[in-house]
Structure formats: C-alpha cells, structure tokens
C-alpha cells in the first residue's frame, strides 16, 4: 500500500536553532497534511498542500510541496521551547477521505 | 472546526476482558475514524466509522477484534474485544469533512495487565 516516509525520526536542537523534516513517497501523492502532537497531547492539524511546488508560511513554519508531489518539507526557523513535539506528515487519500501517516520527526529544543 | 471528547481518558484492564470507548463530536460530520497509536509509534488507522452501516476495516483489523458502532452523526464506539498486553496502546477518534482536515480526540490510553 501507499506508504509516507518521513526523517529524520528524532532532532535535538538548541533554542533558537533551524529544523526541518522531510516526507518523501515513491509515488506521487494526491496532497500532504502535517499535523503536530505535543507530548502527552493528541494530533493537530497544521496545513493542507494540494498543488505541485506549493509553498506556504504560517509565522516561523514554512511548508512546501515537491513540483512532482513525491515529497514534501516542513521548517521551522528560529525555534522555540513551544515547538517541541512530534510533527506528521500524512496523505488523506482521496478514496474514503482517511490519512496515512508518516512516522513522525520528534523535535526537542534546548533552552 | 469540531470539537471531539472521548470516554474513558484512560484505563488499566485485565487480558480477556473488554472495554468500550465513547467518541462524541461537537457538530455533524461525515467521517468519523478510529486510530490506534502504540508507545512512541505513528498512528494507524483501524477503520471507519460509517453511520447507518458497517464500518470499514484496515487491513490486520477485524471486527470480531475490533467491534465499531455508530448510530447517528456525532457519535461512535469502539470496542477492544478480549484484550491482550499488545493491545496497550493509546486509541484516538477523528472526524472531518471530505477533502479536508482531521480534528481529533485527546485519545484513550490503555494499559492490559
């Protein structure tokens, strides 16, 4: 089946610091969704990329979409301590609108 | 967007036995989704949830396992039937609109002794 493969699997930065996490399929996906989940916490929806080369900003994160839609990358700049948790990267399939989920990239930041 | 409470928040069981999960959503919606996330692990999906019919099963999920029910649009259940230690795991409900993004439950966390 479609499977969403997503690195690094953990980060430690120090505060202030870049990071980014990367999903790459060997298929094309019909569109991406990153969702973060805080420690102890439940999924939350971040954004939704659906067009090839997409790029789009929230504040410190920006979030782009391969020109062949096989992957796609999520950066934070400068980060912070309420960064820390896990970030998903997820298909929603077209067929039954359900989400395959990468593995996630745990982010811990150093103050 | 919806806002998703489940029941219990988190329960310790004795193997064999079963526990039912409550997911109740905020507004009426048209998919609803059940998860399960082990220890440190991604999610994945167990099935869906459809109102008015059988819910659609994963692949190495059954329903004998897994029973799901759903009666109207806000409301769903999932049942881990005669439990085993590997079914510790956190369960988490989700819900949507096609197209769309997914709101999810605070989750389930399960522990069988």
């Known amino acids: 089946g479609q499977q969403v493969m997503q690195i690094p699997q953990y980060q430690h930065v120090q505060e202030g610091e870049d990071f980014t996490t990367y999903c790459n399929s060997s298929t094309t996906l019909s569109n991406i969704q990153w969702y973060k989940q805080r420690p102890g916490g439940h999924p939350v929806f971040l954004i939704q990329?659906?067009?090839?080369?997409e790029v789009k900003k929230q504040k410190r994160l920006t979030f782009q979409f391969g020109e062949a839609k096989k992957n796609s990358s999520l950066h934070i700049t400068a980060t912070q301590t309420t960064d820390v948790g896990t970030y998903f990267c997820?298909?929603?399939?077209?067929?039954?609108?359900?989400?395959?989920f990468g593995a996630g990239t745990i982010l811990r930041v150093k103050s | 967007s919806a806002v998703i409470s489940q029941k219990p928040s988190r329960d310790i069981c004795q193997r064999g036995t079963s526990l039912t999960i409550q997911c109740q959503v905020d507004s009426q919606v048209t998919m609803m989704f059940w998860y399960r996330q082990q220890p440190g692990q991604s999610l994945t999906l167990i099935a869906t949830?459809?109102?008015?019919?059988?819910?659609?099963?994963e692949s190495g999920f059954v329903i004998d396992k897994f029973p799901i029910s759903r009666p109207n649009l806000t409301f769903s259940t999932l049942t881990v039937s005669n439990m085993s230690p590997e079914d510790s795991s956190i369960y988490l409900c989700?819900?949507?609109?096609?197209?769309?993004?997914?709101?999810f439950g605070p989750g389930t966390r399960l522990t069988v002794l």
């Open positions: 949830a459809n109102q008015g019919s059988e819910a659609t099963y």
């Open positions: 997820a298909e929603r399939m077209e067929y039954g609108n359900k989400l395959v």
């Open positions: 989700s819900s949507g609109r096609i197209y769309n993004e997914q709101f």
């Open positions: 990329l659906v067009k090839s080369g």
